[in-house]
């Protein structure tokens, strides 16, 4: 997947999932935490969960930073995230 693909993809799901505990969920898979962990801790459907799931492998396709991927799990609407 090239990277306006990727781009592309990521907006997507950010269109349909985007909340403060979707992004945590994206963060803690990005950061190789138990999937059991990620689903107990966010309480996300199963749609949110797969979508995560998904950014999470767009992100590892693209090498994103860790450090990056963090803060932006914790930025809110109000911040232009």
């Known amino acids: 997947m090239d990277r306006t693909t990727a781009k592309a993809c990521f907006s997507r799901l950010m269109k349909r999932h985007d909340t ?3 992004r945590r969920a994206v ?3 990005y ?3 138990d999937e059991i962990e990620v689903i ?3 309480d996300l459907s199963t749609a ?3 979508a995560a799931k998904e950014a999470d492998n767009i992100l590892h396709m693209m090498v994103a930073d860790h ?3 963090h803060e932006w799990s ?3 609407h109000e911040e232009g995230a």
Do not use: D, I, Y
């Open 31 to 33: 950061h190789c935490e």
């Open 67 to 69: 450090n990056r991927v």
């Open 40 to 42: 107990e801790t966010f």
């Open 74 to 76: 914790l930025k809110t």
């Open 20 to 22: 403060p505990r979707w």
């Open 48 to 50: 949110a969960f797969q």
């Open 27 to 29: 963060s803690w898979l």
